[in-house]
């Protein structure tokens, strides 16, 4: 017998073309925001597929039929548009017989985000970016129960420096597969212009994500990251960016332990600076205020080492055109990693794939599409912390294509990717419009 894999997706947001729509499910202001799954058959055999999709109740109201992955392909999961599903907020439930790569998408005329799925629950999570008023960015927490039986749940929020929480909420009695949410926007206890982190307990496995958006100058932007079920004293982050082409970026670290961290930020490019991080606590580092290389040479990765464990996001911007996305850092790497979804130019989109080396030794690394036999490409040689990025319209694929990819290190040596997706080479670029997208590789 098969073994049946189960992935979770917290609080996917599908909304159906009826005008009812449910304020209170927004994640973020805007909308109606509509949702759609990206499945990626990561085995070595057909993957046999069915989405599950419950009401904040823990209702099952909608499932699909079964369908068939083969390996290395992907599969969009879209809303039914037969009004057999009502208009809401609804968390997903994803069962195969293969293991399965995801990506989540959330979008309204104006923004987008995206997250990735879970393949399992914990009792404990930690959200390392949570804003009331933040320079006019506000955060919304949201958690999926994945149990059988209800379960309470708890946040707490710890200001800079501060190891008591400054604020703590339960959520009773929540409903099996159901999904809870917690906004800081207007929250007494937060002060304005300030970052804070959270904590999340449960008397159950849950799983966990977190949105941001821009409200006023920057009123599109909007930005989802998972939570993380525990820290590490290693991470790795692939994509860091000093107006590499008017894209800027901010590294994120959050102290999960009650004993101060000493962290020392190694950058591929040799720059090396360190700080200590209260229990519990959360630093943020705006990379164009650090002595690191800018413009076409303001692409690189970094390797995060710490006394204590942490966890690590990335926050990525441009001004430009008001963009931002945010992706998690990654505690190790895999020989392969798998894209979700790729694009050239498909519904105004491209992506570009961006590669870590974290091993020991120099690696080339091999991009492989699906759906187009042949396409693909090799960079060179890689050094040990360095990156390399392959932009989708550059690559020998069709305009319109929307597939999967694989990435696989020649030498094997461990590899992490973030694949970001947006709309540079359109005209929608130069439009007040959030359309750029940023997840995480799946390792194998």
Sequence with gaps: MKKKLVLFLVVTLLLSSSTTFLVSAQPAPGGPFTSSLRLQNMGTAPAVVRVKFYNSAGEMKYTTQDQTIDPGDAISILLPDDGSLASGQYSAVVSSNQPLASLSTFMDGDSGAAYTGFSQGSQEWFIPGLYDDYYKYFSNVYVQNVTEDPVDITLEIFAPGKSTPVYTNTKTDVQPYASVQWKQNGLAELKTNVFYAGKITATGDVVAIANVHGTGSIGPQLLSYNGYESGTTKWYTPVLVNNYYGWNASLIIQNV????????????????????????????????????????????????????????????????????????????????????????????????????????SPTRMKVEYYGQPGAGSTSPNIGVGKTYLWYQPNESLPNGYIGSAVVTSLNDQNIACIVNRNTEDEPYFSMNWDMFFSANGINQ
């Design 257 to 360: 332990t009650g004993t101060a961290a000493d962290v020392t930020v190694k950058y591929s490019t040799g720059y090396t600076q360190t700080l200590r991080i209260s229990p519990y606590s959360v630093a943020s580092i705006y990379i164009p205020h650090q002595s690191l290389p800018s413009g076409k040479s303001g692409l690189f990765g970094a390797e995060i080492t710490s006394s204590q464990d942490i966890v690590v996001m990335v926050n990525q911007g441009n001004d430009t055109n008001n963009s931002a996305a945010t992706y998690n850092g990654f505690a190790g790497g895999s020989t392969k990693v798998f894209a979700p979804g790729v694009m050239k130019r498909s519904s105004l989109f491209s992506t570009s794939i961006t590669c870590q080396n974290l091993g020991t």
